[in-house]
T-cell receptor
Framework: DAKTTQPTSMDCAEGRAANLPCNHS???????VYWYRQIHSQGPQYIIH???NNETNEMASLIITEDRKSSTLILPHATLRDTAVYYC????????????FGTGTSLTVIP | KAGVTQTPRYLIKTRGQQVTLSCSPI?????VSWYQQTPGQGLQFLFE???????NKGNFPGRFSGRQFSNSRSEMNVSTLELGDSALYLC????????????FGEGSRLTVL
C-alpha cells in the first residue's frame, strides 16, 4: 500500500523550476513525507523530508499543504542530471525503514 | 565517508541454485534494509536488520533470508532460485532513528536463467 498518488510522468525545461506533486490524503498526524529519486540503474537517492512545515535544502524545497493531504517537491533550477524517477513516500511510524515506494513520477528535463 | 557497498554488482544463476549478496553499510550505521526492484513490481521492501536483529520483514517467501553481523555488515540469501527472482537487489543503511534517511547502494543485479 503506497499511500501516495503521483503523476506517472512530467517534463520540465532545463533551467526552469520543476514542481512535482504528490497526494497523500490518508496521511496520519505523525507520518512524515519523504522524497527520493532514482536515476536509471542507480540506487535511490534521498532528497528531503518533512512533517508539517515547509523544508528546504541544497537540493530542493518541500511544500506541504496545511491539511497535509498533499505536497510538492520543487527543484528550483532543473538540469539534465535531474532526469530521474521521483518517489513520494509516507513513512509509517514503528515500521523502521519499511518504505513503500509506489510507482513514482518519471521526470524528464528537456534541453 | 564511504557509501554503501554491495557485492557482487552483477551475477547470473540458474533455477534451483542459491545466491548470497553482501552489503557493507556506511560507517556508524546500525540499520540495514534490503529491497527488491523489478520492472513489474517496482521497489519492494524485503527486510530490515538493526543491531543484528531483524526488525521488520516484507511480504516475501521464506526462500529470502538475511542476517547482520556485529560490524553491521549484512548478507541476504535467496535459496531455490526462480526465474521471477531476477531483479536488482538494493541495500540501504541508516542510523536507524525514527526520521533518519536511507542511503542506498548501487545494487546487485541478479539474473536467473
Amino acid at each position: 500500500d503506497a499511500k501516495t498518488t503521483q503523476p506517472t510522468s512530467m517534463d520540465c525545461a532545463e533551467g526552469r523550476a520543476a514542481n512535482l506533486p504528490c497526494n497523500h490524503s490518508t496521511i496520519s498526524g505523525n507520518e512524515y513525507v519523504y522524497w527520493y529519486r532514482q536515476i536509471h540503474s542507480q540506487g535511490p537517492q534521498y532528497i528531503i523530508h518533512g512533517l508539517k512545515n515547509n523544508e528546504t535544502n541544497e537540493m530542493a524545497s518541500l511544500i506541504i499543504t496545511e491539511d497535509r493531504k498533499s505536497s510538492t517537491l520543487i527543484l528550483p533550477h532543473a538540469t539534465l542530471r535531474d532526469t530521474a524517477v521521483y518517489y513520494c513516500i509516507v513513512r509509517v511510524p514503528n515500521t523502521g525503514n519499511q518504505f513503500y515506494f509506489g510507482t513514482g513520477t518519471s521526470l524528464t528535463v528537456i534541453p | 565517508k564511504a557509501g554503501v557497498t554491495q557485492t557482487p554488482r552483477y551475477l547470473i544463476k540458474t533455477r534451483g541454485q542459491q545466491v548470497t549478496l553482501s552489503c557493507s553499510p556506511i560507517s556508524g550505521h546500525r540499520s540495514v534494509s534490503w529491497y527488491q526492484q523489478t520492472p513489474g513490481q517496482g521497489l519492494q521492501f524485503l527486510f530490515e536488520y538493526f543491531s543484528e536483529t531483524q526488525r521488520n520483514k516484507g511480504n516475501f517467501p521464506g526462500r529470502f533470508s538475511g542476517r547482520q553481523f556485529s560490524n553491521s555488515r549484512s548478507e541476504m540469501n535467496v535459496s531455490t532460485l526462480e526465474l521471477g527472482d531476477s531483479a536488482l537487489y538494493l541495500c540501504a543503511s541508516s542510523l536507524g532513528t525514527v526520521t533518519g534517511e536511507l542511503f542506498f547502494g548501487e545494487g546487485s543485479r541478479l539474473t536467473v536463467l
